[in-house]
């Protein structure tokens, strides 16, 4: 496109071009984007003194509670994850295992809406926060160790 005046564009345009990637990756910046396609789990045989170890991996898509959660150990996110469902049914999303010592499991998760962040409880008998928050990955694998559970890399 050639310009009426016929001198071009100028530093105008590249300040004007400049001001809208910046927005543009900003407004990008600022979009949640944790998702998983898939979760594998590991436990260890003496894991939760050889007891069942409750699991929940929870997609947080209401960007003001991810503090709030990440805070949380396992034991307080277990006692009031009921009320927690109740009081966010949109922005809270949960699935739930029961695993036991000795087991391992690769489950597909259904396809969702993207969260701001994906924290994992483990409900182990031990003290502990047993609360993990998921990496930008779309494949998870966990161990249920002995003791609380972890990422495995």
Known sequence: MTPVNGKGFGPQLG???ALVLALMVAGCADKP???LDSVSFTVAPAANDTTPVAIDLVAVRDKALVDKLGALTAAEWFGQ???SLRDHPTTLG???WE???GQT???DLPPGEPAWAILVFAN???PGPHRLRVPDTRTL???AGDKDVELVP
Do not use: D, N
């Open 81 to 83: 994850r009921e009320q």
């Open 141 to 143: 694998t966990l161990t």
């Open 94 to 96: 949960v699935t739930s």
């Open 124 to 126: 182990y008998a031990t």
């Open 99 to 101: 695993l036991v010592p």
């Open 105 to 107: 499991l690769k489950a």
């Open 33 to 35: 984007r944790a998702a």
């Open 15 to 17: 300040f004007a071009g």
